[in-house]
């Protein structure tokens, strides 16, 4: 694992001006209008938000997910707006891990298999891969289901799977979309607990979209989008 902990602090994302808009039958409209913020490496940051105010599309946006129409998105000084989508695609294979709302495990596999699947597919060995899955699925606390079949875990094991997989090869940055959203309070708890603990272990800059104020006081800052604005920001 790489050493960050002489370079935490230092900015890693910078947003600049940041407008999305869309075509629609009633017209175009605008999704993100002048999005201005930093990002620091090492940071847990909430973005708060109710539905449609934006908050996922900026974090597809800061994923390469998506492009904004107008403005710029730097990525430790580079405009991620002139990639490609092939260099796109292997930025988000080497720097970024996503975790969403709903899982999207393959009910046919293991746990540790799919933790370990993206890897075997990008030309990991088997071997390898499965043993970088086993020590992910250690850091969330799930060796004893790493045999099982995703089918038979509960609705906290298989995000926390999902968690595993997407800090398989710790990656710089976590996004993650609601992903306490399906979840019970007590089990979104522990989940948000294991997000701060990889945050602070792994030295991984952490970025949360979410409707729930309590997990994103669990975070170090917030920002809040209102009708795709940047409403606020704040310290926890």
Do not use: W
């Amino acid at each position: 694992m790489e050493d960050r902990s002489d370079i935490a602090g230092q900015e890693l994302y910078r947003v600049v001006h940041a407008e999305k808009k869309v075509e629609s039958p009633a017209g175009e409209l605008t999704i993100l209008r002048d999005v201005d913020f930093t990002v620091r490496r090492g940071e847990a940051l909430a973005v708060v938000g109710e539905s449609g105010s934006g908050k996922s599309t900026l974090l597809h946006i800061l994923g390469t997910l998506d492009r904004a129409t107008s403005g710029s998105v730097f990525f430790e000084g580079r405009d991620l707006s002139a990639l490609s989508p092939a260099q796109a695609a292997h930025f988000r294979s080497r720097e970024l891990g996503f975790v969403f709302q709903f899982h999207h495990l393959l009910p046919e596999f293991s746990t540790v298999e799919n933790v370990a699947m993206q890897a075997i597919i990008s030309g990991m060995s088997r071997r390898r891969a499965l043993s970088l899955a086993e020590e992910a699925l250690d850091r969330v606390g799930l060796s004893a289901r790493r045999d099982y079949r995703v089918t038979t875990l509960s609705g906290g094991e298989r995000q926390r799977a999902a968690i595993a997989r997407a800090t398989l090869l710790c990656p710089k940055v976590l996004l993650a979309d609601e992903p306490t959203g399906n979840l019970d309070e007590k089990t979104g708890a522990r989940v948000a607990e294991i997000l701060r603990e990889l945050n602070r272990d792994m030295g991984m800059t952490l970025i949360i979209v979410t409707h729930n104020r309590e997990l994103a006081s669990c975070m170090d800052r917030s920002l809040e989008m209102r009708s795709g604005e940047l409403y606020a920001q704040n310290s926890f």
